[in-house]
């Protein structure tokens, strides 16, 4: 109730104010984004009341206060807060990055692989069978030879094999789950971006043999620039990465600030080189936080939370109001079947890979929940298609962001269920965190989160 | 490469260089940090090297602006009311006859100053004589409190140089938030125009119902992610609806932060959770108002620089000696003290920002630079100011209470 007053205050708040002001100097721009953060943590909170990830309801504030619903969230305000988007997704990358240690990927690395590989390939072949066998009712298929409905087919397939790891990021930090699922549905995120760029070079590779786009060299361009961001951006990731672990041995001052340069200048050094900005800024925090002495590393992860959390709520309720529901409602019946079957692609190929690797009963039975959600580099990859063949390329990215805007609000509901039914859901992990900064901050409890890595108390490690 | 990677390396290299040499000299030599990244923010700005361009600078302003809010919630936060009721009444009276006389002395001269020299009307020389003259009342509290902390003070000396900075503080920013609302353009959104008084009123709601917000949005949340979420987004909200409406944030955010304060159980996690990025976003607003520096085009600019930190001078040596005087404790806290609030603080680079960004108000680049280098001339020398006053523990612990403070 108390939201929902908030909720009518704000939107009150927001109709006089908006009349009586002018554009200049980024007023507009701060009033939407603190309205976006309070009304969508308002929408988070309520969904969080009916046990329902506060993701979804940053969504679904997104969806309400946006183009499609209310408008008080326009379509100019959303791309001048594209920024912010930006420095979330390096966020993200880089603390999902920090999240990984060396042992733990050398014992769960192989287990990851195949569950990878099974759930992959079955997801890709699952997508591209089904746009094939229906391509009479999929617009960008229309009036096209069999090959060329294939090659079509196949590129679209290996961008809706992706993942999503901003949603998995953002569900592990706020429900603190560290378990055998919560670990394995990360690692087989994380990985997927890797393979992803690789899989869907050689769809377009192909796809350029066999249908090719008005402008050849356009597409010789891409391809070769997609090798390059792949491992270009594990070596810049890498140096990056180097340079914070000697920041955090040798300076250790300011995380708060360091943490969001960091964001910010790998996000502007990975669209300054080319380098795909998620891969490398995933490096650059997995090579820092293993170069680093555990307690250092653990203190940048908790200043970079701490900066990145309302820049999430931001970042999701953006994504939510960027959801075109006209499209979604116009391709529903190609959309819920598209839908389906990479549900049931992922849940057996999941459950297979598992088998394979060895896993937990557990891990066999819910981490194909965590790989629902999708966005992060697969929006890149839709737009690329689109610009290479303008006509269907358009049709195609059309149904994939409409698929995404389903699987992205689904997502984070099933993945919550999964975590739950493993028993990993950590209910009192707001509190634990707030025990471990308190118990860094002292007694007072004024010293700033910024200095937790000037003190010289000792770090509790991270939970395994 | 890119502008904002150039920034971002050259931001960092010098913010270390700058804070080893800064630290290490507050150590030894008693000199308070900040004013170096007022000038790097010159070096880098269009007026020096130009790395950082116009452009760029429009895309920083919400930063900024979000920087003068909080810096205002900072403000704010201080004023705990039970705190502040524990502080005899003399020292308030003492602390406000500080604030208005340096206020009137170097407003009135330069209104004189600035209508004879540039041709204004009455009308166009009462905003920057009024801006000029709230910044002069201005007052560091970092080198009273450096001073303080070395020499362990915390007599009647101290407890009113501290209250004073508080008293200056609320002065400046009360007088500029008014400014404002009566040099505020029309609105044409209803069918009469909103009178200055309506839109004083409306900063202070801003900031009063941001208060109320934040705790209807919070209620008896304990997550401190939360506190922070919940902070920031109001007070985003509040120097966001303020700059909008081209008030003053620094106004509202300090009636947010005083809301916040006196209404909450929590009162050390709010000044943690803002403490916590204080330091950022000034760094942030130091650097963005040294690139917006441009030197005035006007000839004669040294004329008012030079009146204002001569009149400041005076208003706060002569001015607090006269209100120590008319107030019987002069003996207490000897001749001199108004030395120790000479120091200006960071607050004036934010009202100085904040009077950039009024483009209908008069010579805003001469207000402007007075501001900046008044803090230049005082920053570096204000914790030496105030411990030159504060004098060392033993005799300060000895002085007595006069009879009109109890």
């Not at chain 1, 994504?319 to 006209?326: F, K, R």
């Amino acid at each position: 109730m108390r939201r929902l007053i908030i909720l009518v205050l704000m939107l009150g708040g927001m109709q006089l104010i908006l009349p009586l002001g002018a554009r200049g100097y980024g007023g507009q721009w701060l009033l939407i984004f603190g309205f976006l953060i309070v009304a969508a943590e308002a929408v988070g909170g309520l969904s969080a009341s009916i046990r329902l990830p506060k993701i979804v309801g940053y969504l679904l504030a997104g969806l309400l206060f946006g183009p499609s619903f209310l408008n008080t969230v326009d379509a100019e305000s959303i791309t001048q807060l594209a920024p912010v988007s930006s420095l979330a997704i390096a966020l993200i990358a880089f603390l999902a990055g920090a999240e990984l240690r060396w042992s733990e990927l050398k014992e769960r690395g192989v287990l990851i692989l195949k569950i990878l590989t099974v759930e992959m390939t079955l997801t890709f072949v699952a997508v591209a069978g089904f746009l094939v066998a229906v391509r009479e009712y999929v617009p960008f298929l229309q009036d096209t030879t069999f090959p060329v409905a294939l090659v079509l087919s196949m590129m679209f397939a290996s961008v809706a094999v992706v993942h999503s790891p901003a949603v998995t990021m953002a569900l592990l930090t706020e429900t603190k789950a560290r378990g055998p699922v919560a670990r394995s549905t990360l690692g087989v995120v994380l990985v997927s971006d890797v393979a992803v760029i690789l899989l869907f070079s050689g769809a377009l590779a192909l796809a350029r043999s066999v249908a090719p786009p008005a402008s050849a060299s356009a597409g010789g361009t891409s391809l070769g620039l997609l090798v390059w961001e792949i491992f270009g951006a594990l070596v810049v990731g890498a140096a990056l990465g180097g340079v914070v672990a000697v920041y955090l041995r040798w300076v250790r001052r300011e995380l708060f600030l360091f943490a969001v340069l960091i964001a910010f200048f790998g996000a502007e050094l990975a669209r300054v080189v080319h380098v795909e900005t998620l891969l490398m800024l995933l490096t650059a925090g997995f090579v820092s936080e293993n170069l680093s002495e555990e307690e250092r590393g653990h203190a940048l992860r908790i200043a970079m939370e701490r900066s990145a959390a309302p820049v999430f709520v931001v970042f999701f309720a953006l994504a939510g109001a960027s959801m075109e529901v006209t499209q979604i409602l116009v391709l529903w019946p190609l959309l819920i079947p598209l839908i389906l079957i990479r549900l049931l692609a992922l849940w057996l190929g999941t459950n297979l890979g598992a088998r394979w690797g060895g896993a937990s009963p557990e891990e066999r039975r819910y981490v194909w929940l965590g790989l629902v959600s999708q966005a992060g580099v697969a929006i890149g990859l839709a737009t690329i298609v689109a610009d290479l063949y303008p006509e269907r390329g358009a049709d195609i990215r059309t149904l994939f962001l409409a698929t995404l805007a389903v699987n992205q609000t689904v997502g984070p509901i099933m993945f919550r269920y999964a975590l739950s039914r493993s028993g990993e859901l950590n209910e009192d992990a707001n509190a634990e965190s707030d025990e471990i900064l308190s118990g860094l901050a002292g007694d007072t409890g004024e010293m700033p989160v910024a200095t937790v890595a000037e003190s010289s108390t000792p770090l509790p490690p991270q939970p395994a | 490469m890119t502008q904002g990677l150039i920034l971002v390396l050259i931001v960092v290299g010098a913010y270390l260089a700058a804070h080893g040499v800064f630290d290490w000299l507050a150590r030894k030599l008693v000199i308070v940090s900040g004013a170096e990244y007022l000038i790097l923010g010159v070096l880098l700005g269009p007026s020096a090297t130009g790395l950082i361009d116009a452009t760029f600078l429009q895309d920083i302003a919400p930063a900024s602006a979000l920087a003068l809010g909080w810096m205002g919630a900072i403000n704010g936060s201080r004023l705990v009311l039970l705190r502040l009721v524990r502080i005899p009444a003399l020292v308030y009276r003492v602390a406000f006859a500080e604030s208005l006389i340096t206020l009137f002395i170097v407003g009135g001269l330069q209104y004189f100053l600035l209508s004879w020299l540039f041709g204004l009307s009455p009308d166009r020389a009462f905003a920057p004589a009024v801006a000029l003259g709230a910044f002069a009342t201005l007052s560091g509290h970092a080198g009273i409190e450096l001073a303080a902390r070395r020499s362990r003070g915390q007599g009647l000396l101290v407890t009113t140089l501290r209250a004073t900075t508080g008293a200056n503080a609320a002065v400046a920013i009360c007088t500029f938030g008014i400014l404002l609302a009566f040099g505020h353009p029309p609105s044409t959104a209803l069918s009469r125009p909103i009178t200055p008084t309506e839109w004083t009123v409306i900063t202070i709601v801003i900031g009063v119902a941001g208060g109320a917000l934040y705790h209807l949005f919070l209620g008896e949340e304990n997550s401190v992610d939360r506190m922070f979420i919940s902070l920031g987004g109001v007070l985003i909200l509040v120097s966001g609806a303020a700059t909008y409406l081209r008030l003053s944030p620094v106004m509202a955010g300090m009636f947010f932060g005083m809301t916040l304060i006196n209404t909450s159980r929590k009162r050390n996690e709010i000044t943690a959770a803002l403490s916590r990025v204080e330091r950022p976003l000034y760094f942030v607003l130091l650097i963005f108002a040294g690139a917006s520096w441009r030197l005035s085009a006007q000839s004669v600019w040294l004329l008012p620089v030079l009146l204002f930190v001569v009149a400041r001078a005076v208003g706060k040596f002569g001015g607090a000696r006269l209100a120590a005087r008319l107030n019987d404790v002069l003996p207490t806290l000897g001749p001199d003290w108004g030395v120790a609030l000479l120091g200006q603080g960071g607050l004036i680079i934010a009202l100085s920002v904040n009077y950039l960004y009024q483009d209908t108000l008069a010579l805003p680049n001469l207000v402007f630079t007075t501001a900046i280098i008044s803090v230049l001339l005082t920053d570096l020398l204000s914790g030496r100011f105030a411990a030159s006053v504060i004098p060392p523990a033993t005799t300060t612990m000895t002085h007595p209470m006069p009879h009109r403070a109890l």
